[in-house]
């Protein structure tokens, strides 16, 4: 019995020692008689030691032997890895070969892809390329690429065969390929790619999409943008996509050329919206603009008796003799006339409802006028790339910038019929939002208009100007987002004047 435990001891260690020709603990000395790469890996596209130059024949201390033809070596740098002739792999994709590692060079096998099959790699670099044996001599291939293509136009690269993935190359398109290496081509329009990165996907020609509802497109991913059209269920052709904090937008072809779409933005938009809208009676999506009269406050139809019938711009030559006649007013120590009750005046809201389009339009608060300035001045918040986010701006350069555009031209301007309301709105409006502008962050989807935190957005700010400096909630109901359209609903302001802008005298 003794002698049976012996000899299963034995062949047990025996085995072990089998196991690889070289144990962990020892070192043999081996004569290379050839020039030879170090790798740090045992793998041929791992990094290179010696600055990625060849040892010349040398002896070496060996550490480890493997039977894939991998020896772990003693450098000057520590421990490498050499394949003195090779390793034997299995490539399952047909693949082509080249005279140099780049898919402009020459290619091997008369340009032909071989089929699957075992070849000896004998070198590779860190880019996925590996030189193998052909019966053409050492050439290089880059596994499972059988076919490359020419692109002419700039693309885009993605981290997975979506839109709205994360893209490559920092987010910045590729420039036209003569010779675009391709790994994989699915049926639903998506390439895996080689790029300088490893593989990425690429729909070169677009995907088709399956849209099962309405939707609305914008000229730009967000919903803020200017609105294009709105268009039944239907299979559109999608060419790029953005994941933002409103949702998936996808650039689709239309009529009007590619314009962004997003179901789950317009989704949660419409949620958000639908208690003012209930509390309203009304849907900014199907309300006609056109359909709104001057100088009435919506929600009762009653006139603002002691208000102007319609607004009336100062031309510059009045301008001027107004206020030439308060300077003289106060040099001989005379109480000023009070600014015609026509013109515009602190505490008005200017409301462009085609700028900014989208699903939401433009508002704006005058916060000088002639009777604390010498110009009319607007705060407002400009919208989604603008910084900061809340701005100071003359609001005839405002009225002219939109007056040159024909889809932003028209103006609406509503008014509280108390002056000194207005006049506490618009100082609020400068004291606390524009001297305060840096510390503000542009978003109307996070956060509620009720809430005077540092989200601010266009018709937020006009709110709550009326509201903490002025004691008047227009809109005392609950709701999240308040849209610019919504100030027809309300009696605390009156429309008074709906026209072109840009009629400065």
């Given at each position: ?11 047990f ?25 170090a ?20 002896t ?12 772990k ?29 780049s ?12 089929n ?15 030189k ?8 290089w291939?880059?596994?499972?690429v ?15 065969p ?33 790029t ?33 059209s709105s ?45 003012m ?10 309300f ?21 019938t ?19 007013d ?9 600014m ?17 389009g ?17 110009d ?6 400009p ?38 309301v207005?006049?506490?709105?618009a100082?609020?409006a400068f004291?606390?939002?524009y001297?305060n ?13 009720k809430?005077n935190?540092?989200k ?21 109901m ?28």
């Amino acid at each position: 019995m003794l002698k049976k435990g012996i000899s299963s001891f034995l062949l047990f260690i025996l085995l072990l020692c089998s196991f690889s020709s070289i144990s962990s603990a020892d070192v043999v000395k081996e004569t290379v008689n050839k020039p030879f790469y170090a790798y740090n890996e045992p793998v041929f596209t791992s990094q290179k030691s010696n600055g990625g130059q060849q040892y010349g024949p040398q002896t070496l201390d060996v550490k480890e032997k493997r039977s894939n033809g991998w020896w772990k070596v003693q450098t000057w740098e520590g421990d490498k890895w050499i394949n003195l002739d090779g390793e034997i792999k299995y490539f399952d994709k047909s693949f082509l070969t080249f005279y140099e590692p780049s898919f402009a060079s020459m290619r091997g096998n008369m340009g032909i892809a071989y089929n699957p099959q075992n070849l000896n790699i004998v070198d590779g670099n860190t880019s996925g390329w590996l030189k193998a044996q052909t019966w053409e001599g050492d050439q290089w291939m880059y596994p499972g690429v059988a076919e490359t293509v020419a692109v002419n136009n700039n693309f885009y690269v993605y981290n997975e065969p979506s839109f709205t993935a994360d893209k490559g190359a920092g987010g910045n398109q590729f420039g036209p390929q003569k010779f675009l290496p391709i790994l994989e081509k699915r049926q639903d329009g998506w390439w895996k790619v080689v790029t300088y990165e490893g593989p990425k996907w690429v729909a070169l020609n677009g995907t088709r999409m399956k849209v099962d509802v309405n939707f609305t497109t914008f000229d730009q991913p967000y919903l803020e943008s200017y609105k294009r059209s709105s268009f039944l269920p239907q299979t559109v052709t999608v060419h790029d996509g953005k994941k933002t904090e409103q949702g998936d937008f996808y650039l689709i072809t239309t009529y009007q050329g590619q314009k962004w779409m997003s179901i789950n933005a317009e989704k949660e938009f419409n949620e958000n919206r639908e208690s003012m809208r209930q509390a309203l009676g009304y849907n900014e999506n199907t309300f006609d603009d056109d359909s709104v009269t001057v100088n009435t406050r919506q929600s009762d139809n009653m006139p603002i008796k002691a208000e102007p019938t319609k607004l009336k711009i100062p031309t510059k030559e009045e301008r001027e003799a107004f206020l030439m006649e308060v300077k003289d007013d106060k040099k001989r120590g005379l109480t000023s006339r009070a600014m015609p009750e026509e013109w515009v005046r602190r505490g008005d809201v200017v409301y462009t409802p085609n700028s900014w389009g989208g699903l939401v339009g433009h508002t704006a608060i005058i916060v000088t006028d002639l009777t604390n300035a010498q110009d009319y001045k607007i705060v407002h918040s400009p919208g989604i790339d603008a910084f900061p986010a809340v701005d100071l701006q003359s609001l005839e350069q405002w009225e002219f910038i939109h007056a040159q555009n024909e889809e932003y031209y028209q103006f609406r301007y509503f008014r509280n019929p108390n002056k000194s309301v207005g006049i506490a709105a618009a100082n609020y409006a400068f004291d606390h939002f524009y001297m305060n502008r840096y510390n503000y962050t542009y978003d109307f989807w996070s956060s509620s208009a009720k809430q005077n935190n540092n989200k601010i957005y266009c018709t937020k700010l006009v709110y709550l100007s009326y509201r903490d400096g002025a004691g008047v909630d227009i809109f005392p109901m609950n709701f999240g987002i308040i849209h610019p359209a919504d100030f027809y609903f309300q009696n605390k302001l009156v429309l008074y004047f709906k026209g072109e802008g840009g009629h400065w005298g």
